[in-house]
């Protein structure tokens, strides 16, 4: 064999010896089971058949003139060659197209458009042995004919498109892919025209190898967007998934499979059973929908991605999968019963952002909601408020309202409840009982408290509220605030930094707090008696704490919920559980105040039951400052 031929022979050997490594990881790593890994298979695949029926007719080139089978050998391996490599621009096409995902927005129509110039270059290459269009030999010397440049110029058409392909997806990819691609594309170029230019050196078959090494290693390698526990795909594959459908403008369907009890079953079975419940899981999901649509976000959350599902398909899912959660799990020798929360959710209909699908995925359930009754637009309503209260926090948006309280004895003015205020400029007003409750969860209730605190100082300060006759104000603190360490000391540095004595502030502390919480409270609640502030004990009647706890706190206050007293006026039985409270708590030496009266009839009862204070919509509901002080003009 000439020296010529040999160094070919090297060339696509060292080709084959490449895609076959590539063929034989990507088979034992098994991925292969995405449409995006089939195309790059298949490239794989048309590269090694290319290599070696090059190696065929760079061997067969010396012998053809020997004998008419050696000739025959030649043709053959020289028509396998043109058969693939048709193919081979065109399943590049596809794989782009899949890594971006372009392809689930293209009609049937379009794909059979596009492929027409595939299937007219692949019949050429087909009939070639018949009809010579593509190649012939004269006198044994391999020639081109017309169909080639055909062969080319469509070969050229899937690579441009493939690139303007890229180009236009340039923020649906994350930046390694778009470095791996561009590569790709840069390598297969260079090869092509190293190959053009030095006829004998055979680069462009290698180059390409090469260039699929890479991808291989950037794009197809799934290490490290893989969930260990499952096999299924973790946050960061989620991010660049969503991404690819938000910045496409997609329309794509979430379920959202939220746990909400498995830190239970760590307890209960004393070790990190939960990874294999997940597992247990995962493969439930998997009979469901491939395992390529499959995410977990956190441990205790899973998102199923049904793009290209039908509205009545998610359902059916997802109702199937609350049926498998109402039985049980079998784990080694115990069973457990799982509790989900299964949310759809539609993008971009309810969730516009990855964002949205993190704040989804991450949000706590809490507890005493209804299961069933968790739809996407609660949760995204959550998502929003919890928005609106980082805005107001940080432009300082929030208003205090006033209530004023009264004696109950002399019918005269007591003081005022200080209550917060959102109004937000795209949710309008939003009542603190729903917000409070969020700012709490996201760390800023202490934000609020603070506001509030501090306008109230600044009022007080002024001496109107004083002149008014108001022996104090009250002011909310929230339990999870209470108990942070430095608490007293922080309320002190604001308090002290007006003018303004400690006995006018009257802090209310709500009764419905944990059982473990008292010994922390009762300090911080002595603490602040100590400094001289007043204090109250909120929402009496609603909790079910535990008396001797609260009353060791040393309230100065009691504040009847406003439920006790509507029960009262319903029922001969919540009228007794009034009476004794009152009587209970001033037994204990405390004053008591009742909350929400708004009837004649109501001041009557309580007058009998010789209660201290009143607050109420009878005599106002909570005002803005100026409007307080008309209110007690
Ligand atoms: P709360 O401390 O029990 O406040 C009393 C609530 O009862 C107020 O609701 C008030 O408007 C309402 N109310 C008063 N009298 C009547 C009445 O006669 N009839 C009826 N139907 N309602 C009456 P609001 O202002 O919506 O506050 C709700 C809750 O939000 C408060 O309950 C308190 O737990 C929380 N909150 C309000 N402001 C603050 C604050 O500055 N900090 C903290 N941590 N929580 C606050
Ligand atoms: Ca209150
Ligand atoms: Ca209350």
């Known amino acids: ?80 060659y043109f058969i693939f490599h048709t193919i081979l621009c065109p399943v590049l096409y596809c794989y782009v197209l899949n890594v971006t995902g372009s392809i689930r927005r293209w009609s049937n129509l379009r794909k059979i458009i596009v492929a027409v110039p595939f299937f007219v270059t692949e019949f050429f290459a087909l009939v070639n042995p018949l009809t010579n269009w593509v190649f012939y030999y004269d006198n044994y010397v391999f020639r081109r004919n017309w169909a080639e440049y055909f062969i080319y110029g469509a070969a050229a058409l899937y690579f441009i498109l493939s690139v303007v392909e890229i180009f236009t997806s340039w923020y649906a990819i994350t930046v390694r892919r778009r470095i791996a691609m561009t590569y790709f594309f840069a390598l297969a170029m260079g090869g092509v025209i190293l190959q053009l230019v030095q006829i004998d050196i055979k680069s462009e078959l290698f180059a390409e190898s090469l260039a699929m090494m890479g991808a291989m290693l950037a794009i197809e390698s799934e290490d490290d967007i893989l969930d260990a526990d499952t096999g299924t795909y973790n946050r960061r594959a989620l991010q660049t998934d969503i991404n690819g459908f938000v910045v496409k403008h997609e329309a794509v369907k979430l379920i959202f499979v939220k746990v909400v009890n498995a830190d239970m079953v760590e307890r209960v079975t004393r070790s990190a059973n939960s990874d294999i419940l997940a597992l247990a899981c995962a493969d439930y999901f998997k009979a469901l929908v491939p395992r390529y649509k499959i995410y977990r976000p956190n441990p205790e959350n899973f998102v199923l991605i049904c793009d290209g599902y039908r509205e009545d398909d998610v359902l059916k899912i997802s109702e199937m999968i609350k049926d498998r959660f109402l039985k049980s799990w079998r784990i080694f020798d115990s069973t457990f019963l799982l509790d989900a929360v299964v949310i759809k959710a539609d993008v971009p209909k309810d969730i516009q952002s990855v964002d949205d699908v993190f704040f989804v995925a991450d949000s ?75 700012a709490e969860k996201i760390g800023l209730v202490e934000k609020i408290d603070d506001f509030v605190l501090k306008q109230v100082c600044a009022f007080l300060e002024s001496k109107v509220p004083e002149e008014r006759g108001m022996e104090c104000i009250n002011v909310n603190l929230s339990v999870i605030q209470c108990l942070r360490p430095g608490f007293v000391e922080h309320i002190l540095k604001i308090v002290n930094s007006y003018a303004v004595a400690h006995s006018k502030i009257n802090f209310e502390i709500t009764e419905s707090v944990g059982a473990e919480d008292y010994e922390a409270l009762s300090k911080v609640a002595h603490d602040l008696k100590k400094e001289g502030f007043l204090l109250s004990m909120d929402d009496y009647g609603t909790g079910y704490s535990n008396m001797e706890g609260i009353f060791s706190l040393d309230f100065d206050v009691v504040k009847i919920d406003k439920s006790i007293l509507w029960n009262a006026e319903k029922m001969s039985r919540g009228r007794i559980i009034l009476e004794n409270s009152v009587r209970m708590i001033h037994d204990l030496g405390c004053s008591v105040l009742v909350e929400g009266v708004e009837t004649e009839e109501q001041i009557d009862l309580l007058t009998r039951l010789n209660v201290d204070y009143l607050q109420g919509f009878y005599f106002s509901k909570p005002v803005p400052k100026d409007r307080f002080l008309e209110v007690i003009a």
């Open 1 to 80: 064999l000439p020296l010529q031929n040999r160094f070919h022979v090297a060339f696509y050997a060292a080709t084959l010896a490449t895609t076959i490594t590539l063929i034989l990881f990507t088979l034992l790593q098994r991925r292969t089971d995405r449409p995006q890994n089939k195309w790059f298979l298949t490239m794989l695949i048309i590269v090694s058949v290319n290599a070696i029926s090059n190696i065929g007719s760079s061997v067969m080139v010396g012998y053809a003139e020997e004998s008419p089978f050696y000739f025959t050998l030649l043709k053959i391996f020289h028509n396998t």
């Open 364 to 438: 706590i359930v809490p507890s005493g909601v209804d299961k069933d009754g968790i739809k996407i637009e609660w949760i995204m309503r959550r998502a929003e408020i919890e928005r609106a209260i980082r805005r107001a926090v940080h432009d300082h948006k929030f208003e205090v309202y006033y209530q004023p309280t009264y004696c109950l004895a002399e019918r005269k003015l007591h003081g005022a409840e200080a209550l917060v205020r959102m109004n937000d400029e795209t949710l309008g007003f939003v009542p603190p009982d729903e917000f409070i409750p969020i």
